[in-house]
């Protein structure tokens, strides 16, 4: 009898382990904890019936990670999503690579701050970050996948600028289905636009992305101009769009424009999201070495502010 009170004791403290592991890293490992647990106590002749634990995620904390697809080169395209509201806002970094490395940085910036206090997010809204679209294009300039500093960035020129195109030497922001061409410009150069629209993987997975998962509002991060761009297709631009682009625009200092006019540009990934009807626009840093942290995260915050009262 003593043995078996003995054992009880034990098996609730694993149970409680599990959970509290469940509460750390989320449900796929907590259910994977579980079925290892069942399977000891079946293969150890005998069964022990315990009241079932049921371990959920507590509302706003931390992110669920995810693997949404993979690169050319085999490299993995992760998105981080934070709550489970109706309205779902996503931010993408380093569509172009290497090149615009600081926007990877600063995507990765606020995966941190949203982990340190998930409670700023709203509990109305699902915030989803997409780090770095193109892994390829930065791991040419970094040698390092997933998170780096700007320690591990090259100072060469050509090979920064070689940074911006993905492991097919494509430019991923000209590979979407809005104008698209075959071949487009960056600045005074002549780039290839791929195959088709979608031929890139990469442009895929954020397609099916954002499809998915029903976006309220997409904003990428570029560099550099220090402007807000808006989006638009063959239609013009979304009442929307024009409105959360202002948003942030003022709250984070930065110009605000309806077209992006340096150069012409077809496919983009923004312009695409117009025609879809997703309202979308671009933020432009004004270097390729700084993030602006506190200009971003004002915009940022004053957009949940504006969808939290909507």
Known sequence: MKNFSARKVIIRIIIFAVAGMGILFGHTTTARLQRLFVYFLSHNNKVIHETPVVV?????LGSVHTVIGQ??????????????????????????????????????????????????????????????????????????????TSADVSTNTQVLASGRFNGNSV???????????????????????GTAPFSEPEAQILRDFLLKNNQSLVIFWHSQSGTVYASQ????????????????????????????????????????????????????????????WNQNLAGVVALFEYYSKK
């Open 56 to 60: 959920t995620k507590p509302e706003n």
């Open 71 to 148: 690169s050319v080169q085999g490299r993995s395209i992760d998105a981080y999503t934070y709550g489970s509201g109706k309205t779902h806002i996503t931010f993408v970094g380093g569509i172009h690579g290497g090149y615009e490395w600081n926007t990877v940085i600063l995507a990765y910036k606020f995966i941190d701050y949203f982990d340190a206090d998930p409670k700023v997010i709203p509990t109305d809204l699902t915030v989803t970050v997409i780090p770095d679209a193109n892994p390829d294009g930065v791991y040419k300039v970094t040698g390092k996948e997933g998170r780096f």
């Open 171 to 193: 430019d991923l922001n000209r590979n979407f289905d809005c104008k698209w061409q075959p071949q487009s410009t960056w600045q005074s150069k002549t780039v290839s636009a």
């Open 233 to 292: 297709c063959e239609n013009g631009i979304l009442p929307e769009t024009k409105t959360t682009m202002n948003i942030y625009a003022k709250a984070s200092g930065y110009a605000s424009s309806q077209t992006f006019d340096a150069y012409a540009t077809t496919g983009g990934a923004d312009d695409w999201l117009a025609s879809v009807n997703v309202p979308a626009f671009t933020v432009e840093l004004k270097t390729h070495d700084t993030i602006e």
